[in-house]
């Protein structure tokens, strides 16, 4: 239990008000001088500067404190000429950071752990007295508010230094004589990467001091976690404690592209510069738990400190735990909870593959703002599946399930034990057989105690009439002309007390904000709500759909009319990218996890509606079609906000012409592809906001 009484738990689901943010930076791999590397990496000899321009970053954030989490240095303690230069030159940029920082050793500042299968010069005492003559303690401790803080330095775990032991006493009574206070821990290696009793690799604590470890993390209730060392992103839980793997400022380790299901870029080293990937986490402490911020610095490099002002930054999103009221969510078609087997390739581990989780599709939906998922019922399918859901629920995430027809006995089981996390349960019919499977569907979602969603299956007849010809594919959900289909499931009497709404397909070729007016003004009418398909593919499937500005253009409008209507939730049907098999299609993000277009506009747009939340409201937005695009408005009780969508990106529209006398405040335009303030001319997808 934390301070208070109140568990972690509780601190996870109840937030409340922010009380302090700090950042947490990582593997930051500092040369000897600007353009040196004793790398063969070309990326590695850009660290410097890189870490430059995180330093500007830093500078304009309000922040407590900042975490570095180790590998500050890219020469090793074992070439001490090269390691004391870099040092300096580490010391020398955080001079320029007006926070205060807190340093954690990592394997390149104080040799590797113990490792007899590589040829790693492993932490000793003269390592240690290296990092100790530039940077003071090994581990140490802070506190900040009711928050306790401790570094530990992983390295000396199994090794049998003196330092291990007294570490290992220090640490233990430390979190003892803190208990009832909120701890924070920080290490450079993890204890794992993709579960808890994985073999020891590269990339992880090894046993006995792994269980030591996670044995006292789950002892004390630690609230987080935060590692480095695998420059890459995972999240994980040991019992009830968050853990983030982070993101490196320099470089991505290569070998974890084996992750993704696509090639590394043309000019990313194998993947090594990734640009997208790197970054840094801001945590912002709450009174009831934490969130955390993912900031992608894309590779930028700075050559020299600039002011704050000299940074203009773009609103952030709430995370998915802080948001209120959002109706806009995303179809996860394609596994994102998959593990993939890096397989041993001679650079760091070459003995077995190792296993990492490809965590990419969640920090995108983080960094987006959504909280809104449609999932299959694969996702319940194992324990270690249902235990993630479950953890990621504590973190905001709200999941509608589909299914098709009446599941199993052992799929009936499943959904009635996972009946806490489902915000709704979408089960297809065919209205031939509706008559004999309606009843046992109604009556499994009321066992289950979960609201239930009709969604009914079209026959060929009406997709060919559709799209012109025969199609063999599978399209389902209701449309506005089905009145009369609705009015009969609502007079059966099976359904009664049970039907919670209907689910119904947006079309790519319809309009989105009039066809989500209609939809959310039909199932009103008979007291339901509606669950929305947002399709960006077209009929024919074997049509790609690869137009970045229409896709975006198409989810910022549903996002933008669906929060101001209050019958329907809208799922844009794919986050990453099809580029294979039927209906190939563009998402928000690539085969790379890495953004497109519409996870920038998603994610700014709805840090625009979080940060003006008295100039959006209901009812439904009013919405305008002029030459060259359109346009969508909503009045709060403080102002307004437009949303205006060019017919491309080319096109060039003036300031817009309001015609009411009360407008006349200026407005502020923010682009909604960098999420920043810009002049009145519109060259793109942009919010208009009047204060």
């Known amino acids: 239990m934390a301070s208070g009484g109140v568990s972690n738990t509780d601190r996870r689901r109840h937030p409340g008000d922010r009380l302090f943010s700090f950042a947490v930076v990582t593997d930051t791999h500092l040369n000897e001088a600007e353009d040196a590397c004793n790398s063969p990496f070309t990326v590695n000899a850009l660290a410097n500067r890189r870490l430059r321009h995180v330093v500007n970053d830093l500078n304009r954030r309000d922040l407590a404190f900042v975490v570095n989490v180790g590998d500050l240095l890219h020469p090793v303690p074992a070439v001490p000429e090269l390691y004391d230069r870099a040092a300096a030159r580490y010391l020398e940029q955080s001079a320029a950071l007006r926070h205060k920082q807190y340093l954690t050793p990592g394997n390149h500042d104080v040799g590797d752990k113990p490792n007899d299968r590589a040829p790693t010069a492993s932490v000793c005492d003269a390592y240690l007295a290296c990092w100790e003559k530039h940077f003071g303690p090994h581990y140490r401790v802070f506190d900040h508010g009711d928050c306790h803080f401790v570094i530990v330095n992983a390295q000396l775990l199994n090794s049998g230094l003196k330092a291990e032991a ?50 006292l993390v789950r002892e004390h209730g630690v609230e987080a976690l935060f590692a480095g060392h695998v420059h890459n992103f995972w999240f994980n839980r040991i019992g009830a404690t968050d853990c983030y793997l982070l993101p490196s400022t320099a470089f991505v380790r290569q070998d974890y592209s084996e992750m993704h299901r696509a090639p590394p870029g043309p000019d990313d080293e194998a993947g090594r510069n990734d640009r997208p990937k790197l970054g840094y986490f801001v945590i912002h402490i709450h009174e009831g738990g934490h969130v955390c911020e993912p900031v992608r610095t894309n590779g930028e490099t700075a050559e020299a400190l600039v002011s704050p002002e000299a940074m203009p ?168 002309s089905d009145r009369e289909r609705i009015e009969a499931l609502q007079a059966q009497p099976e359904l009664a007390g049970t039907l919670a709404g209907l689910v119904f397909r947006l079309p790519a070729e319809a309009p989105v904000c009039e066809t989500l007016l209609g939809i959310d003004g039909l199932v009103g009418g008979f007291g339901l709500q509606a669950s929305v398909q947002l399709r960006t593919a077209g009929f024919d499937p074997s049509q790609a759909e690869r137009d970045d500005f229409k896709i975006a253009g198409r989810m910022a409008e549903a996002l933008f009319a669906a929060n101001t209507l209050g019958n329907l939730r809208v799922f844009a049907d794919t986050l990453v990218d099809h580029d294979r098999g039927y209906f190939v299609r563009h998402g928000a993000y690539d085969r790379l996890c890495n953004p497109r277009l519409a996870a920038h506009v998603v994610r700014h747009l709805n840090a625009v509606l979080a940060h003006y939340p008295d100039c959006f409201g209901r009812p439904g937005a009013a919405q305008t079609t002029s030459r060259g695009g359109r346009r969508l408005k909503s009045a709060g009780r403080r102002g307004s906000i437009e949303l205006v969508v060019p017919e491309a990106i080319t096109e060039v529209s003036s300031t817009p012409a309001f015609t009411t006398a009360e407008e006349t405040a200026d407005p502020i335009f923010i682009d909604l592809a960098s999420g920043l303030s810009q002049g009145g001319v519109l060259t793109g997808l942009v919010a208009v906001v009047r204060t």
């Not at 579960?195 to 470890?213: M, Q, T």
């Not at 593959?353 to 995108?364: F, Q, S, T």
Request: proline share 7%.
């Open 166 to 215: 007294e570490q290992r006493a220090w640490l233990e009574a430390d979190l003892a004589a803190n208990r009832d206070r909120r701890l924070f821990l920080f290490t450079h290696y993890p204890p794992f990467v993709a579960d808890g009793d994985e073999p020891e690799h590269y990339d992880n604590i090894g046993e006995p001091g792994r269980s030591w470890l996670t044995g």
């Open 313 to 480: 930054a773009p609103l952030a999103p709430p995370h998915p735990k802080l948001i209120r009221h959002n109706a806009f969510g995303f179809d996860m078609r394609q596994n994102w909870m998959e593990t993939a087997e890096v397989p041993p390739s001679g650079g760091l581990d070459e003995f077995d593959r190792k296993r990492a989780r490809n965590d990419y599709p969640l920090l995108g939906l983080w960094e987006m703002g959504v909280r809104h998922l449609r999932i299959p019922l694969s996702d319940l399918a194992t324990p270690d599946r249902r235990d993630r859901l479950r953890a990621l629920a504590e973190h905001g995430f709200a999941y509608t399930l589909f299914t098709f027809g009446l599941p199993n006995r052992r799929a009936r089981a499943l959904i009635a034990e996972c009946a806490d996390l489902l915000a709704g349960w979408e089960a297809g019919f065919d209205i031939a057989a509706a008559e004999r499977s309606l009843p046992d569907i109604a009556a499994a979602a009321a066992g289950a105690c979960v609201p239930l969603y009709l969604s009914r299956l079209r026959s060929h007849d009406e997709l060919r009439a559709e799209a012109g010809r025969y199609f063999h594919v599978v399209n389902h959900g209701f449309d506005i």
